[in-house]
């Protein structure tokens, strides 16, 4: 019931995952490389969503402008600031 259909006017492959197991195993399974022209966004529980943001920037070296991944929510926690820093470490 979560899934919604989103329409645009951009090209967009969208993927709606709902088992947390899956979803690092999604990403890399994308087959995207270093040089790929791509935006890549990803909102969901902060912690769930590091890996995700560290494999787009430290493997395969996207640039920030082409990734927005988003921590919305962060298990155990009322109230999350979503715009915090610590949630947003593309170094990490």
């Known amino acids: 019931d ?3 259909v989103l329409a ?21 399974g994308l087959g ?17 969503l590091k890996p995700i943001r560290r494999y787009l920037r430290r493997e395969l070296e996207l640039p920030k402008e082409q990734v927005d991944v ?9 109230n999350l600031d979503h715009h915090a820093a610590v949630l947003h470490d593309d170094d990490e």
Request: glycine residues 10%.
């Open 2 to 4: 979560d899934q919604q």
């Open 8 to 28: 645009g006017q951009a090209e967009a492959d969208i993927r709606w995952v709902f088992s947390e197991d899956e979803v690092e195993a999604t990403v890399r």
């Open 32 to 48: 995207l490389g270093p040089a790929e022209r791509v935006f890549a966004f990803a909102a969901g529980e902060a912690t769930l």
């Open 70 to 78: 988003d921590g919305y929510w962060k298990r155990g926690l009322a």
